[in-house]
Nanobody, 126 residues
């Protein structure tokens, strides 16, 4: 079992930046990918960004965040980050990190990931 703890959420004005962190503990070696999802009120959970580190590093981003968000991983700290720049009010949501075992392509469906954090709120004011 892998435990995930997110941090770094908060309130920011449009155009600002935030960096989210997701610290993993437990059987971290059993996973080869992590991802960030978000869920706004009244909407379904949606994929934001993912990273796979087995067989070479692979990244995947939702079209809505490409060029603004960057996912990265610190192997020594078992931590994945989501750097969010040029934030927009429509980025407001609860952001959750997830971990799992994936094949060559990083999936965008929540069911593909087996471990989840509790989520952190990101609010972008206009």
């Amino acid at each position: 079992q892998v435990q995930l703890v997110e941090s770094g959420g908060g309130l920011v004005q449009a155009g600002g930046s935030l960096r989210l962190s997701c610290a993993a503990s437990g059987r971290t070696f059993s996973n080869n990918a992590m991802a960030w999802f978000r869920q706004a009120p009244g909407k379904e959970r949606e994929f934001v960004a993912g990273i796979r580190w087995s067989g070479g590093i692979m990244f995947r981003y939702a079209d809505s965040v490409k060029g603004r968000f960057t996912i990265s991983r610190d192997n020594a700290k078992n931590t994945v980050y989501l750097q969010m720049n040029s934030l927009k009010p429509e980025d407001t949501a609860v952001y959750s990190c997830a971990a799992g075992v994936v094949s060559q392509i990083i999936p965008t469906v929540p069911s593909a990931f087996s471990s989840w954090g509790q989520g952190t709120q990101v609010t972008v004011s206009s």
